[in-house]
């Protein structure tokens, strides 16, 4: 069946089609995404076979085979943030598919800036930046990212597979399933012939794990020209949702320089750099607020080298999230107070703040956003909750939404778990056809300027 055009369908029609579709769900019992699945496309087919809402459903229904076979292709090619030339290959693979899909690409690339602390101007995976011209009145721009956490030779402990409801693989739910969606979102509004926005954009960045340090000017300037922004990491872990609110992310760096000297003939000659450095970590691991979300973690040291040399050098990394941008500002104030106070005489202590990520706060847009899509989720029978608050995880919604012309909403992507985790990553196979049937409805309602604010 060729379904015919979303945008003929008047609105009474839709409606109509809804509540069919709605009350065959009830009757069924409690919602649950393989239930939506199954009455989709009975349901579908025998209420309204010729509706553009009955045509989405069934074409998101239709997607999830070929939706798990791109994912496959996505795991199967590794791309850790610093993994330049797998994050090369993907997005030339990446182009090639929204080329297909008729979009006008580009693959751009991306630098961190100089004063980076790790990273200092070094070369990052390219950014893929991908427009189409439709008939509707709104800018609709679609963003996921294509890095991981994982260094390259790692995929064999994690292979792509499918058990029951779940796909494995690495780097699966954060965030290969949010850049399928937004492949399949695209080639799903394609073959409706669905076009209700004045544009698509997709924005594909390498760099999202490290902070986005060569996309985020980019992110910032592609939110300011969209009217909507939807971002694709995971969706929920046992339940659906999507996020109003990220932390904002900032890195601490300390170095400490002391004084080398025999560590058996002249100890006390040495000035200790591991005992001071461990002296502020100790000293500063307690300066977080648990009430207020403000976290502060050491999480990479380094020091000395040689067994017996009292070392000169050490220094320590730390990850410190808020949220909101002025704890940032708190927390580095205590730090450089800190450090002031020192337990061995004669070192110097150097601490390097840099603010990584700012936190998203979510503007009147981005919340009727979020209720609209709460709305179209209840038409299919299902709970989408909406998260006002952050709990420490920092995305690119932030730079997008640093000075929004429209909304941005976060977690457009698929219910999954374990990311950045060393156990299996895996996303829900249940979800695939409702979150698909979700974007592409929010691109439509969106773009023809049916969702107010
Ligand atoms: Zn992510």
Known sequence: MIPPLYRSITRARRNAIIIASFCAIGAIGPAAPSAWA?????????????????????????????????????????????????????????????????????????????????????????????RKTGRGQKKVLLIAHMDTVYPKGTLGKQPFRVEGNRAYGLGIADDKAGVALILHTVGLLRSLGADDYAELGVLFNGDEEIGSPGS???????????????????????????????????????????????????????????????????KTRSFGNDAKGLKINWTVIEGGGVRNVIPAHASAIADIRSLNNEDLDVMEKALREAIKERLIPDTEVELTFYRSRPAFV???????????????????????????????GGTDAAFAGLRPKGGVLESFGLRGFGAHSNDNEYIITDSIAPRLYLATRMVLDVGSAKVKW
Not at 51 to 57: K, Y
Not at 232 to 257: C, P, Q
Not at 367 to 384: D, N
């Open 216 to 282: 985020a000017a980019m992110l910032t300037e592609l939110g300011s020209q969209y009217d909507a922004v939807f971002s694709f990491e995971g969706g929920g872990g046992t339940r659906d949702m999507v996020r109003l609110a990220t932390s904002s992310i900032a890195i601490a760096e300390l170095k400490v320089k002391g004084r080398a000297s025999h560590a058996g003939g002249n100890p006390e000659g040495g000035r200790n750099a591991i005992y001071e450095l461990a002296h502020q970590i100790m």
């Open 38 to 130: 199954q009455s989709a496309e009975q349901g579908g087919r025998a209420a309204v076979a010729a509706s553009g809402d009955a045509g989405l459903r069934q074409g998101a229904q239709a997607q999830v085979q070929p939706f798990l076979d791109t994912l496959r292709e996505l795991v199967e090619i590794e791309s850790g943030s610093r993994d330049l030339e797998g994050l090369k290959r993907l997005s030339g693979v990446l182009a090639q598919k929204l080329k297909a899909a008729d979009f006008q690409v580009e693959v751009l690339p991306a630098r961190a800036p100089e004063f980076h602390p790790m990273l200092k101007g070094a070369e990052l995976g390219p950014m893929v930046y991908a």
């Open 362 to 392: 979510a503007n009147a847009a981005s919340v009727a956003m979020a209720r609209h899509a709460q709305t179209v989720f209840s038409e299919i029978g299902l709970p989408l909750e909406i998260r006002d608050r952050a709990t420490g």
